[in-house]
Structures are given as C-alpha cells and as structure tokens.
Antibody, heavy 118, light 111 residues
Framework: EVQLVESGGGLVKPGGSLRLSCVAS????????MSWVRQAPGKGLEWVGR??????????DYAAPVKGRFIISRDDSQNTLYLQMNSLKTEDTAVYYC?????????WGQGTTVNVSS | QGVVTQEPSLTVSPGGTVTLTCGSS?????????PYWFQQKPGQAPRTLIY???DRQSWAPARFSGSLLGGKATLTLSGAQPEDEADYYC???????????FGGGTKLTVL
C-alpha cells in the first residue's frame, strides 16, 4: 500500500524545538521529491518546503516564514523524511502534512498536529 | 515571490459548470509555473486533482479539467456533483526564486 505516516507532533513552548518524521512505503522514496505542507486551524494550505531526490541534486527549498528555522532532511535507507523545527513561534501552530505530489504522484500523510503555546 | 489569488468562494448548481481561477501577482500564469490543483474535504488530507496545468490524477473524475486562460490557471468542473463540494487550492512554482506558493483556496458549494 502506498502511504506516508507522520509522527512527532505535540505541544511545545515558543522558542522550543520539535522534529517531525514521515515514513514512506509502497513507492520509490529514493526517487521522490518530498514536500512539507502545513495548515493552521481554520486556514488554507501553506507550502513549507521541499527536498529533491539525491539523483537530481537533493536541493532543499524553504518558504520565507520558516527559512533559517526549519530544516528538511531525508534518510533514503529508512524511507524517512524529517522536518526539524527550531525557534518555534505561535504562528507555526498547524497540522503538518508530508506529501509526494510530483511526477504524477499523489501521496499524502494523515497529518500531525503541532501546537506552539505557552 | 508571488501572491497567488483564488476566488474565496463559489457556488454551482448540481449538474452545472463552474470555473475556478488561479492568478499570480507577478504576471501571467504560464506552464512554467507548473500549476497544480488540490481538493480538500473537511477533516481530510488534500488530494492532488490536476498537475502540470492539465494532467488529471488517475482518481479524479473526467468532469474536472485544468487549463490556462486569460493569464490564469483554471480548474473547470463540468457537471457538478454533490460530492464535489470541497475546498480547492492551486499551487504555483517560481523556479527562478526557488519558491512554491499555494493560493488562498476556493470554497466550492454545490447547491
């Protein structure tokens, strides 16, 4: 079965850190461009960032609000995508989805909730 | 970086046709923005409907189609069904500045 399973969400204080994981199965993770997308409560989708596959250079791009605070990485041996979130702000509160929607794919995780609050 | 604009809400009658649009503050939307369209229903993760302007995902019904018109990306729904009621988001890429941006979403009501 093709799927993505996120984990690692939770409650964290402003200024804190959290690492999200996303385990892939059922498709070639090594060849995938993987994305993180978030959705604040009652709001629309927001692109967080993307990591290309190593064969195409492995470049990582970030949205402006998270650049310098968030780090996307991947472990192809474990079919796992990561999102390291540092210096968290209340406005980072959202459901975080990992997704693979390039090259005609359509695979989304169920989402993991991050709540940044004092 | 561009701001991507969509209609906040639209209503279509069952069996009717509606066109959702996706514009960019930087200028006309072209195929080099690789427009995507996503459908999201309440409490669910998004699903990819259309990629690269007009390629439809295998699960997406043929009544959905994507194109470019008048400097915008468009998603046309022909023969709306009650189950098409959802939020629809477009996504544009800006390769020169290495950014990807979602539109604010269109809440589509079938009524």
């Amino acid at each position: 079965e093709v799927q993505l399973v996120e984990s690692g969400g939770g409650l964290v204080k402003p200024g804190g850190s959290l690492r999200l994981s996303c385990v892939a199965s059922g498709f070639s993770f090594t060849n995938a461009w993987m994305s993180w997308v978030r959705q604040a409560p009652g709001k629309g989708l927001e692109w967080v960032g993307r990591i290309k596959n190593k064969r195409e250079g492995g470049r990582i791009d970030y949205a402006a609000p998270v650049k310098g605070r968030f780090i996307i990485s991947r472990d192809d041996s474990q079919n796992t995508l990561y999102l390291q979130m540092n210096s968290l702000k209340t406005e980072d509160t959202a459901v975080y989805y990992c997704a693979h929607f390039y090259y005609g794919m359509d695979v989304w995780g169920q989402g993991t909730t991050v709540n940044v609050s004092s | 970086q561009g701001v991507v604009t969509q209609e906040p809400s639209l209503t279509v009658s069952p069996g009717g046709t509606v066109t959702l649009t996706c514009g960019s503050s930087t200028g006309p939307v072209t195929s080099t923005h690789y427009p995507y369209w996503f459908q999201q229903k309440p409490g669910q993760a998004p699903r990819t409907l259309i990629y690269d302007t007009s390629d439809r995902q295998s699960w997406a019904p043929a009544r959905f189609s994507g194109s470019l018109l008048g400097g915008k990306a468009t998603l046309t729904l022909s023969g709306a069904q009650p189950e098409d009621e959802a939020d629809y988001y477009c996504l544009l890429s800006y390769p020169a500045v290495r950014l990807v941006v979602f539109g604010g979403g269109t809440k589509l009501t079938v009524l």
